[in-house]
Each structure stands twice: as structure tokens, then as C-alpha cells.
């Protein structure tokens, strides 16, 4: 069935760093990629995404890289700071549904 | 605009006992998804209703069962509770079925302890 890996489970960064997170998925038929945050005790917030037919998309200190040849999809956060400290999700779309990766733990030192 | 809500937001239960929880979409929004949150499993989908009809449904044990309401409240059952059913359920709504330009908005998940 459909498949997504995340890696890496846990990622320590200094402040001001850069911190990637990469998931690659099964489905070829997977066309949307959305990245979910979760804070400690909070609810998953949607914080990027991006389509098929597009090959990155950034929004402020945030991006996402996708290869298609690959199946392969990335989140970039540059200049990271101690609120960005939260749980990331990555997700394909499959059919009408979402399969999530399994998490990555971010924690932002001062 | 009120956000997703949830209740109840914890709940303690016995193996074998059922349960029922309830998720009420933001004001207007017509899709519900349900999702189980565990440690190293990250959210897994359970199923999503639409318009009172369920139109996706995950690898979940028919002791899983859900339905929708005319006002697009949403209940989730669990029928025969195992030790395993331990979890944060989330749901989440949407203004469409489908996910691909439809973001989905979480609750704050009713967490499930069985004992």
C-alpha cells in the first residue's frame, strides 16, 4: 500500500542553522505534499505545501524541494530559532486521502 | 471563526468497553477526516466523511466506525477497546472532499488511555 518514510526521527540544531527533513513516498500517483507542525501539546498546523507540477516552493525561512524522478520531497528551514522547536510532518496525497511520515522532532537550541 | 473542537479531550477507559468521541468542523466546512496519533506511527488515517456519506476509509478494524451529521458533526466509535487503541485521535475539517488544495484543519484530539 501506499508508503511514506521520514527521516531522520530527531534533529538538534543551533540557533541560526539550517535544518532539513526528508521523506520520500510510494504512491507515483501522489500529486500534493503538504508539511504539518505540531508544537508540544498542540494540534498539527499546516505551514507549506506544494504540488506535483512544481519543483520548490518557499515561504519566508521555510521551503520544500520535490523530485518526482525520485520520490523524493524535503523540507528547508534556514536561520532556525528556538519557536521553530516542534514536530514536522510530511504527507502525500493518495487518491482523496493523506498518508503521513511518521515525524521528525526538531529541537532548536539557544 | 471558531476552530475545529473536540470533546471530550481525554478520556480513560477498560479493555472491551466502547467508546464514542466528537469532532465539530469549523462553521461551513463539510468534510471531516479522522486520523489516530501514536509514538513512531505519526497520524494514521481512519476515514474522512463527506455530506454524511463516508468517502475514504483507512486499514483500520471494522471496530472502527464513524458517521457524520446533517450539521457536518462528526462521531467516531471504537467498539471492543484492546490496549493498542491507546491514542490521540485528531480530526480534522475541510471546506471539500479531496485533498489537493483543500488544507485540512486539526482539533486538538481527544486522548484515549485504555486500561
Known amino acids: 500500500g501506499e508508503n511514506v518514510e521520514q527521516h531522520p526521527s530527531t534533529l538538534s540544531v543551533q540557533e541560526g542553522d539550517s535544518a532539513v527533513i526528508k521523506c520520500t513516498y510510494s504512491d507515483s500517483a501522489s500529486n500534493y505534499f503538504p508539511w504539518y507542525k505540531q508544537e508540544l501539546g498542540k494540534r498539527p498546523q499546516l505551514i507549506i505545501d506544494i504540488r506535483s507540477n512544481v519543483g520548490e516552493k518557499k515561504d519566508q525561512r521555510i521551503a520544500v524541494t520535490l523530485n518526482k524522478t525520485a520520490k523524493h520531497f524535503s523540507l528547508h528551514i534556514t536561520e532556525t530559532q528556538p519557536e521553530d522547536s516542534a514536530v514536522y510532518f510530511c504527507a502525500a496525497s493518495a487518491g482523496d486521502k493523506l498518508i503521513f511520515g511518521t515525524g521528525t522532532r526538531l529541537q532548536v537550541f539557544p | 471563526k471558531a476552530g475545529v473542537t473536540q470533546t471530550p479531550r481525554y478520556l480513560i477507559k477498560t479493555r472491551g468497553q466502547q467508546v464514542t468521541l466528537s469532532c465539530s468542523p469549523i462553521s461551513g466546512h463539510r468534510s471531516v477526516s479522522w486520523y489516530q496519533q501514536t509514538p513512531g506511527q505519526g497520524l494514521q488515517f481512519l476515514f474522512e466523511y463527506f455530506s454524511e456519506t463516508q468517502r475514504n476509509k483507512g486499514n483500520f478494524p471494522g471496530r472502527f466506525s464513524g458517521r457524520q451529521f446533517s450539521n457536518s458533526r462528526s462521531e467516531m466509535n471504537v467498539s471492543t477497546l484492546e490496549l493498542g487503541d491507546s491514542a490521540l485521535y485528531l480530526c480534522?475539517?475541510?471546506?471539500?472532499?479531496?485533498?489537493?488544495?483543500?488544507?485540512?484543519?486539526f482539533g486538538p484530539g481527544t486522548r484515549l488511555t485504555v486500561l
Open positions: 480534522a475539517s475541510s471546506f471539500l472532499t479531496g485533498v489537493v488544495d483543500n488544507e485540512q484543519f
